[in-house]
Each structure stands twice: as C-alpha cells, then as structure tokens.
C-alpha cells in the first residue's frame, strides 16, 4: 500500500533497525523506523504532513542542530551543510507528503522526530551524492539526530510552532473583529430592545451590540499574544531528561543561538532544562486561552443565532445571508448553518483543552509521554478556529443586514421601554405601568398620555434613541 502520493516503481531498499529488517519503496524519504511506525499507529488518521507548520518547526530544529555541531567539530561541515539544505527544503514543503506518522502515537513523540530525522537523512545523501538509505555517509541518528534526543528536539519543534501558529490566529481574530466593527458602524443608527435572561430589558443600538462583540474577541488578541510568549523558552541541548547527556557543554547555547537566526524568533534556553523536559504548563496556557476564545465566539453565535430567528415566529432583528436550503421536508427554510457550525468547532476547542489538561497532568518523573496528543490537540484547535472565523467572517458577518422595523417595533411595544422613564416617574409609578401594560395588553407609551403623566413632548423627548442608549445627566 502506498502511504504517500508519489508513485511507487516497486523497487525497494533493505533498511535495519533494532527490531530487525524492513524493505522501504525506493521513492520513500522516510525509513524503517517511519514504516513501523505506521503499521503501529492507526489512531487518529491525522498525520503530521496535515500540518505544515508543525513540519517547519522540525526542519527549523534539525537545521539548528547541525549548525551548532558543525560549529563545535562535531558534524563534517560538507555533511552539515547537506544537512542544512535538505532541511531548507524540508521547511519549504517538498517533502510534506512523506511526514505520514499519526499525530497521536506512544513513545512521546520519538516516531515524529524520527521520521524527520530519515527524511532529512535521505534528502541530504541525495544532496551529498549518495542513494537514500546509504546511512554510513549520513545516518538518521548519528548525524541528523547528533546531539539530541526526542524529548528535546520534539517539544522544541512545537514551540516554533506553535508561534507560527498563533500568528496565524491572531490575524484571523484581527479579520473578524475589524469585520463586527464595520457592522457596529453601520448599525450604529438602529433602535432595538436589549435583554438579559432572553427578557426585554432597555433600549440599546444594534451597532452597540456589535461593538461589544468586536470589544471582546479583541481582549483575546493580548491574551493570545501574552501565551505566544511561553514557547520562546526552549529545552534544546536537555537530551533525554534535561541533564544534557551526550552534548557538548556549549551546544545548548550555540543551538538555541542558530536556531533564533533560523526562525527569527527571540527563542532563549530554557533556566532549567530538567524541568523543562517535564513541564508541559506552556501548553496549558495556551489551550486554556483557546478555550477562551471558543467560549466567547459560541456566545456570539449562539446570539446571531437568536437575533435571526423567526423569520416570522422569532425575534427576526437581523438576517443572516443564506447559504443553503435548510431542509429536506419544509419548504422555503433557511438555518443559521454558519453560526451552527462555528458552535460545533468551538464545542470542539473546549473538548480538546480537557484533554489537553488532563495529559498534562499525567506526566511522571523526568518526561511527559501524553505529549503527541497534547500537540495533536492544540494544533487541531487553532486550524479548526481560524477556519471557522475566516468562514464566519466572510459567510455570515459581512453579509448580515438590519431589520429597522422590526427592531424599532419591538422597542416602542416592549413593557422595559419603561425603565426608561424610572428616573422620571419613579420606581413605583413605573412598576404601576409595567404591570397595566402586561395585564392591558397597552403600550407602555399610551398609557402614559393616558395617565396624564407627562406631555408627549417630554415623552418624545426621553424616548428619543439618542437619550436611552448612552448614560444622561438628569435635573433635580
């Protein structure tokens, strides 16, 4: 079976490992250790090659790597420089469709950076010259692993990351929030009633209620910025537990030094390299403030959701663009799907931070092995919110138009038009109204003029949408 898309000529390569002897496709960047990997880890059927950035923060670790080794003597330069090359490439995306291991696997993350390590092995004995899988001039271990282990190499991969990608989110953010804000702009004219606990409450505009919308995810643009900050520390250089074994005593320094260049990120080694190995808090961190962001964007459609029903039986105070037809049995249907499927995502998110704390939480001792689905989580999150906000944004947001009627309708026949009149009337002359207007089925405005309250001047004057929707100074 071919597990990538190159054809296969049906030549093969005998390649060994601990375990014993594999034949991989000719064509295949990747080697023995990649193959049993596969064979071992069906679970999710997302494998690394679905993203791309999480690619780029191997290739940018393996470059690092090679280029502190060849500094120290440790790494041939012409091997070195093969090296670098392939990983160039590697993070330029030729050789994405080879990264085929599932996200989520054992042995914490060891068949990932493998995987790396065969296709950069093989990339750069192409580049030295050489046939793929003629390991003696450049072996996936000795050189393009030199220096490292798994359990700093992988979380290092993820920290750049996982910068990258919330860059990536932060611009999606930025898109939709500027989005609500041009719809706060052009609804800023229009009169509808506000509500708490789904009853009628005081008289606001719908541009306020877009604004708010556009106020609160841009409160996530600082959050998200502030946790980006927690993967610039990172553990290369720490080997297998953090104590450096198998390094030289310079190459946590010289590495993380090429690897800023590489990435031109401010990256900086980690204070404590055991507890770095260890500690996966920075994941935490930063899921839990997706789950923020998923939290707030479900409220928000959750309220398209409402503010659209009807369009006869529901509150109908905005339309939302059609997309498709809403039903196989009911005629002339149309439901909110885009509002409907960002829900879904965001119910998504919020799953995936459970998980995300919980595997956290099972570290022991000096590693956490629950890390491939911590990543698998994270990364999923981020692709699946910037999907749904870009798809918000263009599908629903910037097509949404204002039904002034109705709001304007709904406010003037709504019994909470009159705590509008409160500092006016009084608290118990208001209750009073109120409570006629329920029992009488009257307007809040009539029976005013009826009571003989006050003039229609001063009432007009007060119920102008200018004068209830922002704070007034009253006359004793």
Same mark, same amino acid.
């Given at each position: 079976?071919?597990?990538t ?12 490992d ?14 023995v250790?990649t ?6 880890f ?8 679905l993203f791309p950035?999480f690619?780029k ?11 502190a ?7 041939d330069?012409e091997v070195?420089e ?29 068949s ?5 390590n ?16 003629e390991?003696?001039?450049?072996? +996936?271990?000795?050189?393009v ?9 992988? +979380?290092?991969a ?19 929030v500027?989005?609500?804000e ?16 789904l009853?009628?409450a005081?008289p ?23 946790n ?16 450096? #074994? ?27 390299m ?19 962001l998923?939290?707030?964007?479900s409220?928000i459609c ?10 006869r ?16 049995i ?5 439901? +909110? ?14 799953g ?5 704390t919980?595997?956290?939480e ?23 919110? #910037?999907?749904?906000?870009n ?5 629903? #947001?910037?097509g ?19 705590t ?8 118990e002359?208001?209750?009073m109204?109120a ?16 009571h003989?309250l ?23």
């Open positions: 079976m071919n597990i898309n190159t054809p296969l000529s049906g030549k093969t390569r005998r390649e060994h601990l375990l014993g002897e594999l034949d991989v496709p000719v064509e295949y960047y990747f080697g250790q193959m049993r990997a596969v064979d071992n069906h679970i999710s059927r997302v494998t690394l090659d950035e690619i923060g191997l290739a940018d670790t393996k470059q690092g790597a090679a280029m080794n060849r500094d120290l003597g440790l790494l330069p070195a093969a090296i670098i090359k392939a990983c160039e490439e590697v993070r330029a995306g030729k050789f994405d469709e080879h990264f085929v291991v599932d996200m989520v696997q054992g042995g914490a993350g060891t990932t950076n493998m995987n790396a065969e296709v950069i092995a093989n990339r750069a004995l192409e580049l030295l010259g050489h046939e793929k899988g390991y003696k001039y450049c072996h +996936p271990n000795n050189h692993n030199l220096s490292q282990s798994t359990n700093d190499a992988y +979380p290092t993820i920290h750049v990351a996982m910068v990258r990608s919330i860059d990536k989110l932060i611009v999606a953010l930025r898109d939709l500027a989005a609500f041009a719809k706060a702009r052009e609804f800023a004219h229009v009169i509808k009633m506000g509500r708490t606990q009853q009628d005081v606001m505009t719908l541009g306020q209620e877009f604004e708010s919308y556009a106020a609160t995810l841009n409160d996530e643009i600082a959050v998200l910025e502030e980006k900050k927690y993967f610039y520390e990172i553990n290369m250089g720490a080997t297998a537990i953090g104590t450096g #074994i198998n390094s030289d005593p310079d190459y946590a320094d010289l590495c993380t030094k090429h690897m800023a260049t590489v990435t031109g990120m401010p990256l900086v080694k980690a204070h404590d055991i507890a770095a190995t260890n500690d996966t808090s920075a994941f935490v961190m930063n899921s839990s403030a997706q789950k923020r998923a939290v707030k964007l409220k959750n309220d398209l959701r409402l503010m659209a029903s009807g369009p039986c529901g509150l109908a105070e905005i339309h939302l663009p059609a997309r498709q037809p809403g039903s196989s009911m005629p002339g249907k149309v439901n +909110p799907v885009i509002p409907e499927v960002v829900n879904q995502v965001c119910f998504r998110v919020i995936n931070d459970l998980t995300v919980a595997a956290a099972a570290a022991q001792l000096e590693l956490n092995v629950m890390e491939p689905v911590i990543v698998h989580c994270m990364f999923e999150s981020i692709e699946m919110m #910037i999907n749904a906000m798809t918000l944004r263009v599908k629903c #947001i910037d949404i138009t204002a039904n002034e009627e109705v709001c304007r309708r709904l406010v003037y026949n709504s019994i909470g038009l009159v509008a009149l409160n500092p006016y009337l009084g608290y002359t208001s209750t109204l409570k006629e207007a329920l029992e009488s089925g009257k307007g809040v405005y009539d029976l005013v003029l009826e003989k006050m003039s229609q001047a001063e009432l007009d004057d007060i119920l102008k949408p200018e004068n209830m929707v922002a704070p007034r100074r009253f006359k004793k």
